[in-house]
């Protein structure tokens, strides 16, 4: 089985910064997509950042300019550098990956357990 852990969560004024990283453990042959999710109580999830099959990023809109996604391939990790944060920003924030476990094992979503981040105005 696989799991993302993810720490970098906290709480942080208004235009200050904060990176959370996400590190898979345990079978891991595979990755296809990394990325991030937040929500928030009552609203729905939504994509912040993440890595496509292909190597290429998708942002929110809402992420754009202020938000950057980056990984290191040797640990499997991805990061989420987050400046010029906003209160708008706070929410639960989910590390999302599609992983296969080795060959001939199709690939699974995994979800992290989140992290909480709290932007004060």
């Known amino acids: 089985q696989v799991q993302l852990v993810e720490s970098g969560g906290g709480l942080v004024q208004a235009g200050g910064s904060l990176r959370l990283s996400c590190a898979p453990s345990?079978?891991?042959?595979?990755?296809?997509?990394m990325g991030w999710y937040r929500q928030t109580p009552g609203k729905q999830r939504e994509l912040v950042a993440a890595?496509?099959?292909?190597?290429?990023?998708n942002y929110a809109d809402s992420a754009k300019g202020r938000f950057t996604i980056s990984r290191d391939n040797a640990k499997n990790t991805v990061y989420l550098q987050m400046n010029s944060l906003k209160p708008e920003d706070t929410a639960v924030y989910y590390c999302?990956?599609?992983?296969?476990?080795?060959?001939?094992?199709?690939?699974?979503?995994?979800w992290g357990q989140g992290t909480q981040v709290t932007v004060s105005s």
């Open positions: 999302n990956a599609r992983i296969s476990s080795g060959m001939g094992y199709k690939m699974r979503d995994y």
């Open positions: 890595f496509t099959s292909s190597g290429s990023t």
């Open positions: 345990g079978s891991i042959f595979s990755i296809n997509t």
